[in-house]
């Protein structure tokens, strides 16, 4: 760190032009805390890719150089002058920032003006951001363009990025005491190895002559007699996490009923190469029963794939980010599965993931990671994810959900062990030329979210969906093909002209209440909308609109005190 000074003040000053990662400000008066939060973010960011440990953001500075002096000239700033103004400075920030900067108070310094009158000199020290993780500034990164702000162009995101992977937390060697290791897991290991290697019997007979050590070394988790974090996480006995030189790894299992409270849980320490036998062993699994289009015997399949499982905890233990002290989660609900892990997820998009042409060529933990894909555990780095909702398409259940989370970076993936939509697409899935891609967005339409417009117009184009959003569905050309047609008909729902006649029909008797009505109309329009607040919501805008016609009225009190009276029966149309 430099040491502030008004000479180090003057070298700023004689800079021929302001930095990347320096920047002036006059501020004579004031300064907006919003302006200072994105210029901290750029600074910082720019910093760290320039090798600097600061930026530095010089407030009563003007930013011209003076042609005769040769240095910027000195205004003066009143900002941030007062002890609970600067506190409330620190606190828009760090407010701000993801993750937080905490600034430390400016350095003060009194300089001359070019009168010759004292000026007053802040400057505030940016600190680089941390290796791997860039600043935002309410969720948006800031970088610089000479001395321009700006938004942090992507490759240099993607640097900044790639920096937690090119430090590896888990190559780093930690002990020489081979007894912390755990002579199951090791043999659990060399299993797994014999397994990823059984069509190449010279290579399993190599293994088998191994000592443990010599198999450890080649798989690089020992290096020069010396145990690697990645050898203690996956194969060290629980009192080895003490060598770790932080938290813990951990894996907690909790299973919730359908209130959402938890049952029951239980938590999995080292070695993590058993804890993922001894988790996966917790989850209940169970028979689906899937009737395909036009058979008559349905399929009978598990509610979640083994391999998919397995891949997803997988891919948790892998690129969990050790460092942040957090834990992996799994959370088993009623008929889903959520993994979670810390850790920013490197591609930086589930789309760039699903369209790459090749896998992602970065890993956080490369030496972890690197021995796992040795022992079978894991496909190399994205082709498992792709591989998992490959395999979802393939059973004819929900596509994985993806959370990316910035703050605190995380990972959170969410299995289905259901069926949402039988009708529609399950029945998709079984066409063999439906594409990933197209597969992906079906899902969506299935979970009630909007496909980008374009994408929408394309599916409707290939004709495979019809109606207007929310209420996209399964289009009847499709249906007919897929001898979906009863189930179409069942999502399409009944008409408004239908459910109208009914209701006329049902006040032909007597005048009814809005309890009858419901009881005529909320089981036939389950199919169409499942929830019972909005099927109720959907017959008070039905009978709304039936009074507005004049074929009904209400003869009662209002709201729920309403009796629906038949004035004029409906008109059928030609």
Avoid at 57 to 80: C, K, Q, S, Y
Avoid at 146 to 175: F, I, M, N
Avoid at 390 to 403: G, I, N, S, T, V
Avoid at 438 to 448: E, F, N, R, S, T
């Amino acid at each position: 760190m430099n040491d502030v000074t008004g000479e180090f003040l003057n070298e700023l000053r004689r800079m021929s032009t302001e930095t990347e990662w320096l920047e002036f400000k006059r501020a004579g008066q004031t300064f907006s805390f919003d302006q200072m939060a994105q210029y901290v973010s750029a600074l910082a960011n720019e910093a760290n890719l320039h090798r600097r440990e600061e930026g530095w953001l010089v407030m009563g500075i003007d930013d011209r150089l003076d042609p005769t002096t040769g240095m910027r000239p000195a205004i003066g700033t009143e900002f941030a002058r007062a002890l609970p103004e600067l506190n409330r400075i620190r606190e828009s920030v760090a407010a701000q920032t993801a993750p937080p900067v905490v600034l430390h108070p400016p350095h003060e310094l009194e300089v001359d003006r070019p009168d010759g009158a004292p000026a007053r000199v802040l400057l505030w020290r940016i600190p680089a951001a941390p290796r791997g993780v860039p600043v935002s500034c309410k969720g948006h990164y800031w970088g610089r363009n000479g001395e321009k702000l700006c938004g942090l162009p992507l490759h240099k995101l993607d640097t900044l990025r790639a920096q937690s992977a090119l430090h590896d937390w888990s190559a780093a060697v930690v002990t020489q005491d081979w007894a912390l290791l755990s002579a199951p897991a090791i043999a659990r290991a060399r299993e797994l190895y014999a397994r990823r290697y059984a069509s190449k019997p010279d290579i399993v007979k190599e293994m088998l002559g191994q000592t443990d050590a010599q198999f450890l070394h080649s798989l690089r988790l020992a290096v020069h007699g010396g145990l690697t974090r990645a050898a203690l996480v996956l194969l060290g006995l629980p009192t080895a996490a003490s060598q770790l030189g932080g938290p813990t790894p951990r894996i907690s299992w909790q299973l919730l009923d359908h209130r959402n409270e938890p049952v029951t849980h239980q938590h999995f320490g080292l070695p993590l190469l058993s804890s993922i036998d001894a988790l996966i062993a917790r989850i209940r699994i169970i028979e689906i029963n899937i009737l395909p289009p036009r058979e008559v015997a349905p399929l009978n399949l598990p509610n979640y794939d083994d391999w998919v499982l397995r891949e997803a905890l997988h891919n948790c233990v892998a690129h969990q980010d050790y460092t942040q002290g957090g834990r992996i989660l799994v959370t088993e609900g009623p008929d889903t599965l959520r993994f979670f892990n810390y850790g920013e997820f490197l591609p930086g998009s589930l789309d760039k993931v699903l369209h790459a042409q090749q896998p992602e060529q970065r890993y956080r933990n490369a030496c972890l990671a690197d021995a796992m894909v040795e022992l079978d555990l894991m496909e190399t780095l994205n082709r498992g994810v792709k591989g998992m909702f490959r395999k979802q398409k393939e059973r004819f259940f929900p596509l994985p959900d993806y959370d990316i989370a910035a703050q605190p970076a995380s990972v959170s993936v969410m299995l289905y062990g259901r069926v949402l939509d039988k009708g529609y697409v399950d029945a998709l899935m079984t066409n063999s030329d439906l594409s990933l891609e197209d597969a992906v967005l079906l899902d969506q339409i299935q979970k009630g979210r909007k496909p980008p417009a374009g994408e929408l117009r394309r599916l409707r184009a290939k004709g495979l969906v019809e109606g207007r959003s929310p209420r996209l569905r399964i289009s009847a050309q499709l249906a007919v093909a897929m001898g979906q047609e009863v189930a179409y008909l069942n999502q399409k729902g009944p008409s408004v002209e239908d459910c109208k006649k009914a209701v006329c029909d049902l006040l032909a008797m007597a005048p009814q209440p809005r309890v009858e009505i419901d009881a005529l109309l909320m089981d036939k329009l389950m199919l169409w909308i499942p929830g019972a607040s909005e099927r109720k919501k959907y017959i008070k805008e039905l009978l709304a609109d039936m009074a507005r016609q004049g074929s009904i009225r209400n003869i009662g009190k209002p709201t729920r005190g309403a009796v629906w009276a038949l004035v004029a029966p409906m008109r059928s149309r030609v």
